[in-house]
C-alpha cells in the first residue's frame, strides 16, 4: 500500500521543530538578560512581580527549554511552550511598562 505522506515529512517536522525550538531559546535569553540588566526598584513602581521571581520564571523556562529534549519531552514538550509564553508575556508586557516606568514617561 502506498502512502499519502511524502517520505520526508519527517525531516521537515523535525527541522521545523527545532527551529521553533533554537527561536525560544533565543527569545529566553534576550528576556532574561533584559531582565538582568534592569533597575530592582522599578519592578513595584508599574505594579508587577519582584524582579527576583521574573528572573525565577525566565530562568527556570530557559532551563526547561533547553533540556528538554534530553528529557525525552522532544523540542517543543509542554514546558518549552509554557516557557515561551512567560517570556512572551515579559517581553511584550512588562518590558514596554518598565521603559516607560525608567525614562519616566509614564502611561499617560
Partial sequence: MV???PVFYDDVEYYIQVAV???CLVLGAAAFLHCVVQRTDAFPAIGTMSKSIWLALIGG???LTAISPSLGLGHLGIFS???AGIFA???LDIRP???DAVDG???W
Avoid: N, T
Fill in 21 to 23: 525550538w533554537i527561536f
Fill in 61 to 63: 523556562g530557559e532551563l
Fill in 81 to 83: 511552550l509554557i516557557a
Fill in 105 to 107: 514617561h509614564g502611561s
Fill in 89 to 91: 508575556v515579559y517581553l
Fill in 97 to 99: 511598562a518598565l521603559r
Fill in 3 to 5: 502512502s499519502a505522506v
